[in-house]
């Protein structure tokens, strides 16, 4: 299986590189304000937003063929790079501790969650304070042109957190309804992240809009495997399984289960999923009915189905090891257990 210290290796030295931009920029002046950041900052997981701008970055930039042994050990991307691959990862990360705390959530990635060790209204400040601190060294860059591109990405997060509550309070996620959430939930995010990686290095037009549907492609595949992983209890996610039920979250293999059921027997499952919040017998009779009835197996080929449109996207560019990390990146979300 590939692993992300395979994909990170052409950027080595510039993921190196960003992590200290990222320390160096992220500094609190209070004691518990520090504390918090920096437990927050050391929880940032895999970092698929930054790798993704500087993958993007080092490819649109790399025309010429370029052996993999001659790369990564040296920085590659600029300032420019770091700045563009920070709007989006601090973007992520608030919004993470975030939701949270609309989750009640009291772990995240295997640790406690940030409202679970500082209570929700100090986790809501910390989101916030990262938030303020990332557009204001934004705007101090005067890269006014990375800041105008991921101006929306706040928002469309915004629209997606209440679209998916509304429709969990009315137990009628449909799959155009689904879709619509993934994609400003998780999918115009890392769109954005490939994106702004392209923009960074003057990439033409077309080829910033190229990166923006691969990363959008690649989105909507993370969320299917990530919904799908919920239904396996023996996932290494560091969340429990079957979470999604208990929080009354449809998604696609519920989705797929439902759409090929009667009325009567979609009454029944929307019956057992009120029931999921209290009742594990509940969550164990739908975890059964959507594994059993291909809900999962249809949920994996619709994701592979947005794998194999992201790689053909990627087609377009020389053959470079950025382009093979990019590839590489494409079969870690479709084979990823975690």
């Known amino acids: ?133 990332t557009m204001s060294l934004g705007m101090a860059s005067a890269q006014y042109d990375l800041i105008s591109y991921i101006g929306t990405a706040m928002a469309t997060l915004c629209e997606g957190e209440v679209l998916q509550s509304q429709h969990a309070q009315c137990f009628d996620t449909t799959r155009n309804d689904y879709f619509e959430i993934i994609y400003q939930k998780t999918a115009s995010l890392l769109g ?38 919920d239904y396996n209890r023996e996932n290494n996610t560091g969340k429990p399984a079957n979470n999604d039920l208990r929080e009354h979250k449809i998604t696609l293999p519920l989705i797929e289960v439902m759409e090929r059921s009667s009325e009567e027997r979609r009454k029944e499952i929307i019956d057992l999923l009120r029931r999921c919040h209290e009742d594990e017998a509940a969550v164990d009779e739908l975890q059964r009915i959507v594994t059993e009835e291909g809900g999962v197996a249809h949920a994996a080929e619709t994701m592979q189905a947005y794998i194999a449109r992201a790689m053909h996207l990627l087609s377009k560019y020389p053959d470079t090891p950025y382009r093979a990390s990019l590839m590489k990146l494409c079969a870690y979300i479709a084979e990823r257990d975690r």
């Open 1 to 133: 299986m590939i692993t992300i210290d395979e994909i990170r290796r052409p950027i080595a030295a510039d993921l190196e590189a960003f992590d200290s931009f990222i320390a160096d920029n992220f500094n609190a002046e209070g004691d518990l304000m520090q504390e918090m950041l920096t437990y927050a900052l050391s929880s940032r997981g895999k970092g698929v937003r930054p790798m993704l701008s500087l993958l993007a970055a080092s490819m649109s930039k790399q025309k010429e063929e370029l052996h993999s042994e001659e790369c990564g050990k040296e920085r590659n991307c600029s300032k420019r790079t770091y700045l563009a691959a920070m709007l989006v990862e601090m973007i992520h990360t608030a919004s993470l501790i975030h939701d949270d705390v609309l989750d009640e959530a009291d772990e995240r990635r295997g640790k406690p969650s940030v409202n679970a060790k500082w209570q929700s209204n100090m986790a809501i400040i910390l989101g916030d304070y990262i938030l303020a601190r």
């Open 192 to 229: 954005v992240s490939a994106a702004l990686g392209a923009l960074s290095v003057g990439a033409s037009r077309e080829e910033v809009d190229r990166m923006r549907k691969f990363g959008e492609a690649i989105g909507i595949a993370f969320q299917i495997q990530d919904d799908i992983l």
